[in-house]
C-alpha cells in the first residue's frame, strides 16, 4: 500500500493547488493518475490488478455522476476519484467518497453559521425540489446566482481530508 498512498498524497496535492488556483482539477493531473493506478495495478497484480484498476475507477465515477449532472459536484472532482480508486481499489475510493461528504457536511455547517444565511440557503434548497417535484425530473441545482464563483466551497477542501482519512484507515488499521 506505500506505492498507492505515495501516489493518492501526490494527487491530492496536485488536486488541491490546481482546484485553488484555476477552480478545475486540470484533466492532466486526473487522466495521468488514472494512468498511473492502472500501471501500478498491472504490476502488482498482473490482469486482476488491471481489471481492478477499470473497476476502481468505473464505481465512483458512476456513482458521483449523477452529482455532475445536477452541478453539485465538478467534473474534476468526479475525475479524481476516479483515479483514486484506479490507484487503490473501489472500496478504498467508495470509503474515500463517504468521509469527504462527512468533511464537506462539516464544512457546510460552518459556513452557515459563520455567513449567517442558513435560512436562505434552505430556502434555496426547498425552492430548487419543489422545482424537481413539479416538472418530475431533476433540474440542475446551481448557486443561487447572488454569490460570485470564488465564494463557493470547492468539493476539494473536503475532500483532501476524506481521503486522507480514509487512507490512515487503511495503512494504520
Excluded at 488514472?34 to 468505473?58: N, P, R, Y
Excluded at 484506479?86 to 461528504?101: E, Q, R, T
Excluded at 425540489?129 to 460570485?148: A, D, R, T
Excluded at 470564488?150 to 495503512?171: D, K, M, N
Aim: hydrophobic content about 50%; overall charge positive; glycine content about 12%.
Amino acid at each position: 500500500m506505500f506505492i498507492q498512498s505515495v501516489e493518492i498524497i501526490i494527487l491530492l496535492l496536485l488536486s488541491f493547488i490546481s482546484d485553488y488556483k484555476t477552480l478545475k482539477i486540470k484533466n492532466h493531473i486526473t487522466l495521468s493518475f488514472t494512468a498511473l493506478g492502472i500501471i501500478t495495478g498491472i504490476m502488482q497484480k498482473g490482469l486482476e490488478g488491471l481489471a481492478l484498476s477499470i473497476l476502481g475507477w468505473c464505481l465512483p465515477v458512476l456513482l458521483l455522476f449523477v452529482l455532475y449532472a445536477l452541478k453539485m459536484l465538478g467534473a474534476g472532482d468526479v475525475k479524481m476519484f476516479g483515479a483514486i480508486g484506479s490507484i487503490a481499489g473501489y472500496g478504498f475510493a467508495m470509503h474515500s467518497i463517504l468521509y469527504s461528504f462527512i468533511f464537506g457536511g462539516l464544512a457546510g455547517i460552518g459556513l452557515l453559521i459563520v455567513r449567517k444565511n442558513a435560512g436562505e440557503r434552505f430556502r434555496y434548497f426547498g425552492t430548487y425540489m419543489k422545482s424537481c417535484f413539479l416538472v418530475q425530473k431533476p433540474m440542475e441545482y446551481s448557486n443561487s446566482g447572488s454569490e460570485n464563483k470564488r465564494s463557493v466551497f470547492r468539493f476539494t477542501y473536503a475532500a483532501v481530508p476524506g481521503v486522507l482519512a480514509q487512507l490512515a484507515f487503511a495503512v494504520f488499521g
